[in-house]
Structure formats: structure tokens, C-alpha cells
Nanobody, 123 residues
């Protein structure tokens, strides 16, 4: 399976939390960074957070301090813990494994995207 598989989306109230999971095939997972991206209606897809095989991470300014990305190398899975969710976080969230460079940490995308998972923050 080349495409990542996302899970964990849902609907929460403002201030709530969700944890997303992204499963990636082992060979791809070991050598690539994994990024979480989101796309809201009428907006471009944007990088939310990314993590390298060594654990270096990067975050979008809008989520820094609220979201945490982590990876479980034994399970070939990357997680995105999202706390203090706000309505503006509403989007379809996708993950993608791709090459990266450091200083500054920059993650490129591959052609292989998962199906995405919907996150809705609303009262």
C-alpha cells in the first residue's frame, strides 16, 4: 500500500481535542518525513505539522502550542494530537510522506495522498 491511511477525525465543540493517526507502509515510513496537511472549503491545502524519521518537527504558526505531532516507528504511524480546537481548524486533514531537508526543516510532498479525514469544530 503506497497511499497513507488516515483515521481519527470527527466533530467536536470549540476547545475540544482529537487525535489523528496516519499509517504509512514501512519502507516509505523509515526514510521519509510525514506531514499532516489540511484543506478547508475554498482554501489551498496547507502544511499543519511535519516530522522527520529522527523526530525533528515543524508546525504552522496557527497551530503551534495546540497541536503535537509524534511518530511510533514500531507501528509505522504518525499521530497528530489536536487540543484547544477552534472553528477555523475545520477542514479535511490529509497526511503525506515525502523527502525532506533541514535548516530550515522543509518537507516535500509525494504524489501519494490518503483519502483524508474530516475534522469539524462547531457548537
Amino acid at each position: 500500500q503506497v497511499q497513507p491511511v488516515e483515521s481519527g477525525g470527527g466533530m467536536v465543540q470549540p476547545g475540544g481535542s482529537l487525535r489523528l493517526a496516519c499509517a504509512v507502509s514501512g519502507g516509505i515510513f523509515r526514510i521519509n518525513a510525514v506531514g499532516w496537511y489540511r484543506q478547508a472549503p475554498g482554501k489551498q491545502r496547507e502544511l499543519v505539522a511535519g516530522i522527520t524519521p529522527g523526530g525533528d518537527s515543524t508546525y504552522a504558526r496557527s497551530v503551534k502550542g495546540r497541536f503535537t505531532i509524534s511518530r511510533d516507528n514500531a507501528k509505522n504511524t504518525v499521530y497528530l494530537q489536536m487540543n484547544s480546537l477552534q472553528p477555523e481548524d475545520t477542514a479535511v486533514y490529509y497526511c503525506n510522506a515525502g523527502p525532506f531537508s533541514k535548516a530550515p526543516l522543509t518537507i516535500a510532498t509525494s504524489p501519494y495522498w490518503g483519502q483524508g479525514t474530516q475534522v469539524t469544530v462547531s457548537t
